[in-house]
């Protein structure tokens, strides 16, 4: 990939951290310049109380040897994303990829809660996170990402459509904000085909974020320590670099186009593509989770990493 995206200008929407970070890195791997945006920066703590910043996010691009660029956004503000917007085109002129990677709904889960007695103002929130902030943020860059023929936009979510359709996401305000943005990705796509532009969606499998290493008290160097606790975990986890790598092998193809309004993981473009998470593997947390966990049986990632 070295390379690959030189010239390529990105935006990472969502990158303070996760797979939103892993994203940006990704595509500072390939070359490209990435406007890194979040609401932490190194002089303002958001009310998601985390610790990692744009600045590292876009420092660490920089590092990878791409150019980053940390742009403080809330993306539930729609004047704060159309100066972005109008930044990108006055400083490069096109924006040829975004993703799409808003979420901040952690601490508003309620698992295995019914839609009766969930907190319904926090599931409300849930909704505004994850789903406003990508049509808002759609709503001002389609145009400049449109401009010209063979733009990318990802839309990253959790789960495959297949998954999904299949499975109860937790709960209800989780399950639907999750289904919709894998339906805004095609309908973007339906949207974007008169200009030859792309629309996808894109799910990591279970990744080793920053919240979830300290949730599970490991870090990404030993994470392989939570087994006795966290067995399947320690069997397929992948880190946030490998659904950057994703974005970054898609963008990268000259035939993109023909996924368009599509649903992947990163697991299975692995597969495809032939990049490689952080420790040379390629994790297929999806099928993993049905063929195994769900199936009960015992961790062993043999065939599936």
Partial sequence: ??????????LVAGATRGAGRGTAVALGEAGAVVYCTGRT?????SDYNRPETIEETAELVSAAGGRGIAVAVDHREAAEVEALVRRIDAEQGRLDILVNDIWGGEDLIEWNTPLWAHDLNA???MLHRGLDTHLITSHFALPLVA?????????????TREYNAQHYRVSVFYDLVKSAVLRLAFSQAEELKSSRCTALALTPGWMRSEMMLEHFGVSEANWRDAADTQPHFAAISESPLFA???????????NVHSRTGGSYSSGALAREYGFTDVDGSRPDCWRYLVEVQE???????????
Avoid: K, Q
């Fill in 244 to 254: 950057g790598r994703a974005v970054a092998a898609l963008a990268a193809d000259p």
């Fill in 147 to 159: 401009r010209r023929p063979g733009g990318l936009v990802v839309e990253m979510t959790d789960g």
């Fill in 295 to 305: 199936a009960g049986l015992a961790p062993d990632a043999t065939g599936y990493r």
């Fill in 1 to 10: 990939m070295d390379s690959a995206l030189s010239g390529r200008v990105a």
């Fill in 41 to 45: 920066t190194s002089s303002h703590r």
């Fill in 123 to 125: 599931g409300l929130e």
